[in-house]
């Protein structure tokens, strides 16, 4: 019977591993998971297209595409480890050199005399020296735990297949096209084989274009505890993912089926440092930054380390010299081939000017292979001294430090291509005279907060919290395009209040069968916060600095919360926004938002 034909063709292998490492001796301590997965999908053509001849122009066949995805998560409990040795397991419960034997108090015999009291125990208080052992001990032991992921994705898309999905989505008529490795997700070089075995239309018209796509995803984590009281958490990602584009058809002046209009883009973030410049100084009226004019002074310099190394690699092929160009009208001071607006040059000196990092052996590869560590900070210890347990039930200082480092949209430079098919034999060149980069960069960020830089929050005894932060941040972005840097800075200071009243009992509300009014604690929360934002534009060939945004904002935010019921909770609130704005051509606005808002659970 004819059950009509396969229109669409998916399958998926998934494979799990429980790496069976915390079997061997000494590393229990160690968890790691291991994941494949593949996927494959064949989609067919019209029916009209599968009448027609494999070269005939509107055959545009059919459609395959395969993803593979590798994750491994290593998770490391590096208490479990310490704890293999005795005296630190005791280190880690707390105990230190306390819990040594000490003489039972019983019965005397007859006769017995009673000892003196200090020599019928053993002194249970640590001494100075297993105080300073034990101390010494948790500081070796700091790094409690820790963390690294590691997550890889690849996928292929071909237009323009012949072969049918018969059997696992393979062709067993044409040598079970396209064989096992691509249906289970593997990344073999698919193009070569089509080629090679005759598996493509030779239509020109084809339209859909081949691809290759790629992420790459890197996590870490570890947490450390110097003492108690402080954890320190450390943090360090990696994001990367590309895709190639391209038509992959037949040509009618060669005759054969070639790439045509090959096109790659790709998107970079990476954790990173910039606290050596974080609390600079911008002041009006020149608002003139210390990093932005080492970022000046440090492009001359990139721009002799590319024209060295240059002329040290591929420019032997052009019999190039690493020459000094003067200043002239229309352009600085700069080596040849590498002015002061060359996109290679630029994004070195912006990098190590705004972390400040020295240029002479910075790294002037635009992307970064190590991600750099990012932070947060938690400090309980004053809750444990007298005379704050006198007021307070806790006392928590925080801190907090992220900065990432972007690359956006880095794509195909066309006129590189171009300039290569024109004239092989000598350097591709803009109108300027720079080398042209293979890949173009539009733009780069860099990001920075302090989330908080200090964060102070405590809780009396009388149910009343507290909470002072004082937060940072800042955004820079380099416009290659455009060749200006826009920086926006800004800083706010936050005051918070919490109170509870406890067993309100609300009197014009009766609930139940019975007719009962509901009694449940009051949450009363009031956050006061000012915030200042600054944005100043710097053109880098005019040399000019001009403010462009600037605003102060004003907020106020009131709550009471109230759970009338299991299900029903009720909320007053109030919310002010005021901004004041630095620049002449923007109005103050004011922002009022109050009411009440009731929320009903239905879940079980």
Known sequence: SDFGRPINYHQTVNINWQVPINKLPLLDFVNTQARYTGDYDWATTSVLAKQLKPNDSLNFANTIQNNQQWQLNNNFNLISLYNKVPYLRKVNEGKGNKGRDV??????????????????????????????????????????????????????????????????????????????PFVFGAQTDIQQDALENDWLTQSHLLSTQYAKTFNENMNFRVTVEPINSLRIILTAQKTESSNISSFFRFDQDEQRIMEQSRFETENYSISYFMMGTAFENIKSPSFTSEAYETFRQYRLDVSQQLAEQYANGQGQEFGYQP????????????????????????IPAFLAAYSG???????????????????????????????????????????????????????????????????????????????????????????????PLIGFNVKLKNSTTLRLEYKK??????????????ETKGQE????????????????????PRRTNPVSNLELKLDFGIRENLTVIRRIIEDVDQVTAGQTIYTLKFSADYQISKRVLA???????LSRYEVSNAYPIDTHQFGISIRLNLGT
């Open 103 to 180: 003489r039972q108090r019983g019965p005397r015999t007859p006769g017995e005399s009673r000892a003196k009291p200090e020599e019928e125990s053993t002194e249970e208080k640590e001494s100075v020296f297993d105080k300073i052992l034990a101390g010494s001990a948790r500081g070796l032991m700091m790094v409690r735990s820790a963390s690294a992921n590691y997550t890889r994705g690849e996928g292929t898309i071909l237009p323009g297949f012949m072969p049918e999905a018969t059997f696992l989505g393979m062709d067993p008529a044409n040598g079970n096209a396209p064989g096992f």
């Open 323 to 346: 020459d000094f160009v003067p200043t002239n009208d229309t352009i600085e001071g700069h080596y040849k081939y590498y002015s002061l607006s060359h996109q290679e040059v630029l």
């Open 357 to 451: 990092k020295d240029i002479n052996g910075y790294d002037l590869n635009a992307k970064k292979s190590i991600p750099l560590p990012n932070w947060s900070l938690t400090y309980d210890g004053l809750s444990k001294i007298k005379w704050f347990q006198q007021f307070f039930t806790s006392v928590v200082l925080t801190h907090g430090y992220r900065s990432t480092y972007t690359i956006g949209n880095r794509q195909t430079n066309l006129l590189y291509q171009e300039a290569r098919e024109e004239n092989p034999t000598k350097p591709p060149l803009d109108i300027n005279g720079d080398l042209l980069p293979r890949m173009q960069i539009s733009a780069i960020v860099l990001t920075e907060q302090f989330a």
């Open 473 to 486: 941040d800042r955004n820079l972005t380099l416009g290659l395009a455009n060749n200006q840097i826009t």
């Open 493 to 512: 200071r936050v005051i918070g209040a919490g109170y509870i009243i406890k067993d309100v009992k609300l009197g014009f509300i009766s609930l139940g």
């Open 571 to 577: 909320k007053i609130f109030y919310d002010m926004n």
